[in-house]
């Protein structure tokens, strides 16, 4: 029999060792703790105290940290002007436009952004006479529609249910499902008192969300999908930013993903979605130019679309139906309805939308609320995601015909937003071919080295941009991730979503 040797009581010198060390990670990780959350705090605090100065002094205080926060970028950025290697001007020219349109979209973000929902928006010196007001307590209608979604759809209508603006009507449509999701309807039709429009056969989901507009009678119209749930004081967050602006004719909530836990290509789509929500929306919506009011959380005023319903649903691209672009097409009319809304409405003149009420065309501004919350379920997995991104392709190229032909009369704020983003997106795939390809073909496997640095660069800012916004929140570091998978990956989906924009589907893949 062994024995132990030592000052009775006291614990052998291995397990006395062993206390030492979980003593001393214990206390390493309570100070971790303790210093994330004093960092949460002094977060908290310092914001507190900026909101609480006077508007014109908060604004100033905001550039100036802003334009500071961004200053080693702008340095980066003059430094590579100035060392042009030769030979690969249109490459690093490409590259610092990306540089250099990012510092804008943060600037822009950070500095000049309003939350409709929250203040009354800067810089907005235009007369209101000509944009009818909302009642103080204006009636929403609250619209979806839905194909072969049993698994979701009862938590996306319960969310809609718990609503806590109280003069709301929910209008779901059951384009044509073939599951369980009709008697999945009348089972909360009967507990919410929700209308259900039943359609025998398929239709595709923007003319079935038009069939809901016959029987919404709301002054605000406000869409989601299927696979998402909203926030309690969502809508009535958009409903006061339209009472408070009577010139928003459209807004779009604030989107994250529902399932981040599911993999790790839905946390990368979690925080991916955060910045194109956070800053690229909160940029366009510095000028009241949002592109794309998300399906999400979608709010239209009923004047800015009523009368172009009839052709969104019918909309057709090179001859054929259309049955993408729902969120971008439908926002596009809301933008373009000055100089091209009469021509529209002319095409479409026997719609009981357009003979029955006709609105003037306005120069509507569409904004973005980071406060109207919703989460929405993304793939979790490779298949359905390439089939989500090649139908937002498609939507994009749609929409760059219809949009594109008129945005730059909305300014040259909106315009170079615009503009120089689809100047990115659709050079993407021949500058990645050339970094990644030719390139090292070529015997310059440098340039392919430097190009991915600069994707990784440029993620690492959007990931601190995110961690700005959520201190101690350790997925920023997903973010780079993201850029690589969309120059290595997505970029080539552009083609092929060309040479097949032709193709018809309703539904989403599972994810």
Known sequence: ??????????????????????????GLCAQRSAGSAVRRGLSRTVGR??????????????RLLTLTALLPLLLLLAR?????????YLAVGYGLSVMGGTVCLLYLAYACYDDPARHPLRGRAREHTEFPALPAHPKVSFLLAVKDEQDNVESCVRSMAASDYPDLDIVVVDDGSTDATPDVLDALAGEFGVTVIRLEQNIGKKAALVRACEMADGDV????????????????????AMVRHPDLGALSGHCRALNPR??????????????????????????GSVTCVSGPLAAFR?????????AWAEDRFLGAPFRFATDRQLTGYVLGQAWRGEALKRRHADSPFVRDQDHPARRWLVGYSRAARVWTNVPSRWRPFLHQQVRWKKSFLRNLFFTGGFMWRRGPGPALLYYGHALWVTAAPFMVCWHLVVAPLQHAGALAVLYLTGVVLKGCVWGLAYRLDNPGDPRWRYRPLMSLLSCCVLAWLLPYAALTVRRRIWTRSPA
């Open 1 to 26: 029999m062994s024995t132990l040797t030592g000052r009775p009581g006291a614990p052998a010198p291995r397990e006395e060792a062993a206390g030492e060390k979980a003593a001393r990670t214990g």
């Open 221 to 240: 119209l406000v869409f989601t999908d299927s696979d998402c749930v909203i926030a309690p004081d969502a809508v009535r967050l958009c409903v006061e």
């Open 302 to 310: 009923r004047e800015a679309i009523l009368n172009y319903l009839p």
């Open 80 to 88: 590579r002007t100035f060392l042009l290697p030769q030979g690969a």
């Open 262 to 287: 599911s993999s790790l290509l839905a946390r990368v789509q979690d925080v991916w979605y955060e910045g194109q929500f956070r800053i690229a929306k909160a940029a366009e919506a510095a000028f």
């Open 49 to 62: 105290r900026i909101d609480r100065l006077d508007r014109p002094v908060r604004a100033g205080l905001v």
